[in-house]
């Protein structure tokens, strides 16, 4: 039975060449032998993909830390997007190295959603980065943390991009920001679905994508709903895996990360990032004209 589904991997790798304060992997750095488990479990979903060729997919790369700076992500990341059972290869990332490496990539598979780290780099650094993915063909979003402290160098941001980049902002939510008033209506006019992320959805019982079209998978290849929901349902590397993904409604109480929220059906964001939804890409910003 061929599937039609979206992987949202995240392996055992947790470093970070950042140190947000915010973040508990700042500037955490791993062993050796920690980097080479991280490097064969990638390696294993790559030979996994490999021999799925009835099956459409994408994968999201999703990794506590900063994945895309370790070589064995870059050569994975190319090797997928020349698959003709890929649709799309995305990841999170703050872009903090040099992209000469996507020149190997199929970029018309590539998506990337990149983080600003006002207390990390420039935000000119960034920005030229932002230039050359676009030079490269490579569909990207832009984001940062909506910290009060970081607002007008948000506003800054959002000004020098291209009216076709979308930039996203994430609530501090567990940084206890009120969002309210003036600081609301800033950060709304950068992001106009600002608003989304300053909640926590109510899930309990509401049907969500993920378990059946969507699924999270860590680095054994165990398959959970989402990386929210810590009950595994199976794993890819066993047979008959495919028959676990089904509806099922949610169990937790509350989403708040769009990853998570952005697959709840009752919200109704498919429409709005069409062929986005991974790397955070509404629909409307695809059809803008750069300028």
């Not at 488990?37 to 099956?55: Q, S």
């Not at 959603?113 to 932002?130: A, G, I, K, V, Y």
Request: hydrophobic letters at 35%; a negative charge.
């Amino acid at each position: 039975m061929s599937l039609k589904l979206s992987i949202l991997y995240r392996g055992p790798l947790s470093s970070c060449n950042y140190d947000c304060h915010y973040c508990p992997f700042a500037k955490r750095h791993e062993t050796a032998a920690e980097l080479k488990t991280d490097r064969l479990a990638l390696e294993r979903l790559v030979d996994w993909v490999k021999g799925r060729h009835e099956d459409s997919l994408s994968l999201f790369f999703t990794p506590w830390g900063e994945a895309l700076t370790r070589r064995w992500y870059q050569s994975a990341i190319c090797e997928l997007t020349h698959l003709p059972q890929i649709e799309k290869v995305a990841a999170q990332t703050n872009l903090s190295y040099d992209l000469q490496w996507i020149e190997n990539a199929n970029v018309s598979r590539l998506a990337l959603w990149c983080t600003f780290h006002p207390s990390q780099t420039t935000r000119s650094r960034f920005l030229s980065q932002s230039r050359r993915l676009t030079e490269l063909g490579v569909a990207h979003s832009v984001g940062a943390v909506g910290l009060p402290d970081d607002l007008p160098e948000i506003e800054r941001l959002r000004a020098e991009l291209p009216d076709n980049i979308y930039l996203w902002v994430n609530a501090a939510k567990s940084s206890g920001v009120d969002y309210c008033g003036e600081l609301l209506d800033r950060f709304t006019a950068i992001d106009p679905l600002f608003q989304l992320n300053t909640q926590y959805h109510a899930s309990l019982g509401r049907s969500c994508r993920c378990g059946s079209s969507v699924i999270s998978v860590d680095g054994a290849g165990d398959i959970y709903r989402c990386h929210f929901i810590k009950q595994p349902l199976g794993n890819i590397y066993e047979p008959g895996f495919a028959d676990t993904l089904v509806d099922r409604p949610c169990s937790n109480q509350t989403c708040g990360c769009h990853i998570g929220y952005v697959h709840m059906d009752e919200l109704q964001l498919y429409p709005v990032f069409g062929s986005g939804v991974l790397e955070r890409i509404p629909a409307e910003f695809e059809l803008r004209p750069a300028k």
